[in-house]
């Protein structure tokens, strides 16, 4: 059993990072997506309905440009803001401050170790619902961990404590402003798109929550 890693391969209960699955995984998606699509199209000949079919493809054309353009909205302003933050150096101090909440989670990582900073940024873009900021800062973070592990080990292709405490992390991130859920329900017309708010701070207080304890009591067993 394995689970993704930010996209950038497949880490596995033993440790190793499996990229060949993770492209056989995309394939088999893709396999599944055109079969999908076609076993639609040839249902919609047999039953008569290819006029649908049509309709159905230029609506959901439009509505996915008119989504897009929304989404793009938010990313760059959020972004926008993240990046202003950056160089303003508040993420810096942030990542200061927030010191003693890294060391907690990964105790054996140093503390003035490049990865600090990629991860403070990833959780604080979490925290805001901003997964389009927090996905560099995670693939950085991973890759700063990853140069980690090796001069420790002298290995590559081996996922450290770390790397698998901070993917667990990243699966349950919590949310305190779940940006993309908001824009979403403005777009198809909620009469209040944030009510989601209040549902998805407890959830994702949950599920991190049993995440980080999930980790911790690993961690004893390594």
């Not at 003693?100 to 873009?125: D, E, G, M, R, S």
Request: hydrophobic content about 45%.
């Amino acid at each position: 059993m394995s689970v993704n890693v930010l996209g950038i391969g497949i880490i596995g209960f033993d440790g190793h990072i499996y990229e060949a699955m993770n492209k056989t995984g995309d394939e088999m998606l893709n396999i599944l997506w055109s079969g999908m699509i076609i076993a639609g199209i040839l249902y919609s000949v047999v039953t008569g309905n290819v006029s649908d079919i049509s309709n159905a493809a230029l609506d959901s054309s439009k509505e996915a440009v008119t989504l897009c353009i929304t989404m793009l909205g938010v990313m760059a302003f959020w972004c926008g803001l993240m990046q202003i933050a950056e160089d303003a150096g508040l993420v810096e101090k942030m990542s200061g401050k927030m010191q003693p909440v890294i060391h907690f989670l990964f105790p054996q990582l140093p503390k003035n170790h490049p990865a600090n900073k990629y991860i403070t940024t990833n959780i604080i873009a979490n925290i805001l619902g901003l997964g389009w900021a927090a996905t560099p800062a995670g693939l950085q973070a991973m890759e700063e961990l990853s140069k980690l592990e090796e001069s420790r080990r002298s290995l590559k292709g081996i996922a450290s404590n770390e790397m698998c405490n901070f993917l667990i992390l990243n699966i349950s991130s919590l949310q305190l402003i779940p940006v993309n859920v908001i824009a979403y329900r403005s777009q198809y017309g909620s009469v209040n798109p944030a009510s989601i708010v209040g549902a998805g701070i407890i959830a994702t207080s949950i599920s991190t929550l049993v995440g980080i304890v999930y980790f911790k009591i690993m961690d004893r067993k390594r």
